[in-house]
Structure formats: C-alpha cells, structure tokens
C-alpha cells in the first residue's frame, strides 16, 4: 500500500512560469514533510521541508503547502528555469521506534521548456 | 556533492551471487539509511544504523542484510540475487537519525543480475 503518492509522473512547464508539483498521503502519523529533486545519474538532494504544525514554508522560489485535513502537499516553483528539469520526490516522515526514516513518492518528472 | 561516497557505482553479477555495497556518510554523521528504487519505483526504505547499532528496519529481505562499523562507514550484502534485486541502492546519512535531520544521499550503486 502506498503511502506516500504523487500521481502525476510527468509534468511540462514553459520557462518563467510556475511549477506545480502534488502529494498526497494517507498515513495520519506523518508529521514531517520533504520535498527532494534528483538529476539523472545523481543521489537526491533535499530540497525543503515542513513540519505538521505549518501549512507554508517558502525558501526562494520554491515554496511548499501543506493542507492536513486533506492529507495533501504542493510545491510550487516560481518561476520555473531549465535548470529545475528533474524528477521531485515527495516524502513524509512519522516518529516511532526512534527512527526518522522516509517514505517516498514514485516521483514526478519536471521539464522546463525554454 | 552531498558528502556522501558510496562504491561501486556499477556493478553487474549473475544470479545466486553475493555482492556488498559500501557507503561513507558525510564527516560527523551518525546515521546511516540505505534504500532501494526499483525501476519506476520510489525510493524504499531498507534499514537504518545509528552509531553502530541497527535502528530500524523496513522492507529489508532476509537475503539482504547490513552493518555499520566503527568508523561509520557501512556495508550492505545482498545474497542470492535474484534479477529482480536488479536496482539503484542508495545510502543517505543525517546527524543523528533521532530527530528531524535532513539526510543527504550519495550518487547511489546501480545493481545489475543477469
């Protein structure tokens, strides 16, 4: 069962304009949320996150919503360069056992058309 | 550069084989994770090791199995391969995996059974 689900595989922007990606997740317990852009032949990087207890964070252009009661989370990129052409996983993370690990999205592949 | 060195990048082996990956996490990092994505998959969480010892465990076959050694660095053996253990296995490591800590992943090992 997944937990963690971006349901758009791919998605295509033209450059300067916004970008946005969507989550949704079913697991109550997750209280932390981050978003991670990979480039081929790379590890994923972090990108930003939120905690439960906020609904907006922002840093530079990438800014990510967090709806609870809808169990869904949004990043937005704006504007968009050719540069952020990536695929972007979601994932989410409950505290038990003492351990944080994180549960991914399939992820979404961004391209930005010049 | 994430920090994070992970060998061999590649490596191709036959069925019913065994092979280990290795990971160094970035200088002063406790924390140790390891995931597998397998083709059109998000990234599955395998195991955790905090400062030596194992933290938790998700799904992780029997066949597959991990340590984390004094020097952190940490190895994960893979037995009796199977062609569908063909994946990318990434390590990722955080300061201490007993909050929320960012964790930064390395470029990842290619798995390939023939």
Partial sequence: ?114 | DSGVTQTPKHLITATGQRVTLRCSPRSGDLSVYWYQQSLDQGLQFLIQYYNGEERAKGNILERFSAQQFPDLHSELNLSSLELGDSALYFCASSVTGLSYNEQFFGPGTRLTVL
């Fill in chain 1, 1 to 114: 069962d997944q937990q963690v689900k971006q349901n758009s595989p791919s998605l295509s922007v033209q450059e300067g304009r916004i970008s946005i990606l969507n989550c949704d997740y079913t697991n109550s317990m997750f209280d932390y949320f981050l978003w991670y852009k990979k480039y081929p032949a790379e590890g994923p990087t972090f990108l930003i996150s939120i905690s439960s207890i906020k609904d907006k964070n922002e840093d530079g252009r990438f800014t990510v919503f967090l709806n609870k009661s809808a169990k869904h989370l949004s990043l937005h990129i704006v504007p968009s360069q050719p540069g952020d052409s990536a695929v972007y996983f979601c994932a989410a993370s409950a505290p038990g056992a003492g351990s944080y690990q994180l549960t991914f999205g399939k992820g979404t592949k961004l391209s930005v058309i010049p």
